[in-house]
């Protein structure tokens, strides 16, 4: 990502987030009337270092529960949470552009299990090894993702039984991540995102999409379709388990999910 690194952040935060084609935040008085389009990213990243780079910054802008992260978090944030998608599987990148500029994306991937193998090559041993050799110095997140991996602190979703996690992904097997800019928010822009890769799972004969999140987003979720299978408390707070598949969504559902 070296587009990316190798920026100076325009805010003064870590990470080098470019403007260069797109301005990020617009007024919510100015988006009235505005035409919104979504499109799905191409299978080279390398063509599309723009959008890409985008989408990190979105990510920052919205990752702490729908604020943004601290700057010094951002470079290594992003990492974590945009490199997969853009390394493994570009092509399942949507984003969300409203006057000229990008203001909302959907990043996921149509079979997690495969994802998960290929991550831990391509994405979280080169990480590990960026770890080891000083790249992120007293890094909180760096910190946390290293504990996470000896399975000293734990993700998450791993709140929930390992049987359920593992039904899950076999009987919805798409997951997603979602984010809007705050000022762009409540206007279809989410629901459109999660459609457009709706159909595209579809038309490829994915049965489900699964995810978890906090509890803000629920009714959005809930709104769009998706029905709310389990959920934990997690550090104090309640984590959630969603999911979407066509049709009936109980049809063949296996006892654990139920
Ligand atoms: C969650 C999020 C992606 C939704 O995107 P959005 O563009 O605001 O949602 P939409 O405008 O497409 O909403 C679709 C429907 O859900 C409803 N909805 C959206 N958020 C809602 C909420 N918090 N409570 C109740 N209903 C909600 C909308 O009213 C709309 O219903 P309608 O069709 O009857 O008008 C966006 O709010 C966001 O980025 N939030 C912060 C980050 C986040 O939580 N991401 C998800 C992490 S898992």
Same mark, same amino acid.
């Given at each position: 990502?070296?587009?990316? /690194?190798?920026?100076?952040?325009?805010?003064?935060?870590?990470?080098?987030?470019?403007?260069?084609?797109?301005?990020?935040?617009?007024?919510?008085?100015?988006?009235?009337? #505005?035409? %919104?389009?979504?499109?799905?990213?191409?299978?080279?990243?390398?063509?599309?270092?723009?959008?890409?780079?985008?989408?990190?910054?979105?990510?920052?802008?919205?990752?702490?529960?729908?604020?943004?992260?601290?700057?010094?978090?951002?470079?290594?944030?992003?990492?974590? !949470?945009?490199?997969?998608?853009?390394?493994?599987?570009?092509?399942?990148?949507? %984003?969300?552009?409203?006057?000229?500029? %990008?203001? &909302?994306?959907?990043?996921?991937?149509?079979?997690?299990?495969?994802?998960?193998? #290929?991550? =831990?090559?391509?994405?979280?041993?080169? =990480?590990? !090894?960026?770890?080891?050799? &000083?790249?992120?110095?007293?890094?909180?997140?760096?910190? /946390?993702?290293?504990?996470?991996?000896?399975?000293?602190?734990?993700?998450? @979703?791993?709140?929930?039984?390992?049987?359920?996690?593992?039904?899950?992904?076999?009987?919805? $097997?798409?997951?997603?991540? %979602?984010?809007?800019?705050?000022?762009?928010?409540? =206007?279809?822009? &989410?629901?459109?995102?999660?459609?457009?890769?709706?159909?595209?799972?579809?038309?490829?004969?994915?049965?489900?999409?699964?995810?978890?999140?906090?509890? *803000?987003?629920?009714?959005?979720?809930?709104?769009?379709?998706?029905?709310?299978?389990? *959920?934990? @408390?997690?550090?104090?707070?309640?984590?959630?388990?969603?999911?979407?598949?066509? &049709?009936?969504?109980?049809?063949? /559902?296996? $006892?654990?999910?139920?």
């Amino acid at each position: 990502m070296d587009h990316w /690194r190798s920026r100076k952040n325009p805010e003064g935060g870590v990470g080098g987030i470019s403007r260069r084609r797109y301005i990020l935040l617009s007024p919510a008085s100015s988006i009235e009337g #505005k035409v %919104i389009h979504v499109r799905r990213l191409g299978p080279q990243p390398a063509d599309q270092p723009a959008e890409w780079t985008a989408v990190r910054e979105i990510c920052c802008r919205t990752g702490n529960d729908g604020k943004p992260v601290a700057g010094e978090r951002w470079n290594f944030f992003a990492r974590l !949470w945009i490199e997969p998608y853009e390394k493994i599987c570009p092509g399942w990148t949507y %984003i969300a552009e409203g006057d000229g500029a %990008i203001v &909302g994306y959907l990043t996921g991937c149509p079979d997690t299990r495969a994802f998960a193998r #290929k991550k =831990l090559w391509r994405f979280t041993f080169p =990480l590990l !090894w960026n770890i080891a050799r &000083g790249a992120y110095p007293d890094n909180k997140d760096a910190g /946390r993702f290293l504990r996470q991996f000896f399975y000293l602190d734990r993700e998450t @979703e791993r709140g929930f039984p390992r049987r359920f996690r593992s039904e899950l992904k076999r009987f919805y $097997p798409a997951h997603l991540h %979602i984010n809007v800019q705050a000022e762009w928010r409540g =206007l279809g822009i &989410g629901k459109r995102l999660v459609d457009h890769f709706r159909e595209n799972l579809k038309s490829v004969g994915v049965a489900g999409v699964h995810l978890y999140c906090g509890e *803000r987003p629920v009714k959005f979720y809930l709104k769009i379709g998706f029905s709310e299978l389990a *959920r934990v @408390e997690f550090h104090g707070r309640p984590v959630f388990a969603l999911s979407w598949r066509p &049709g009936d969504p109980t049809l063949d /559902r296996p $006892p654990s999910l139920v």
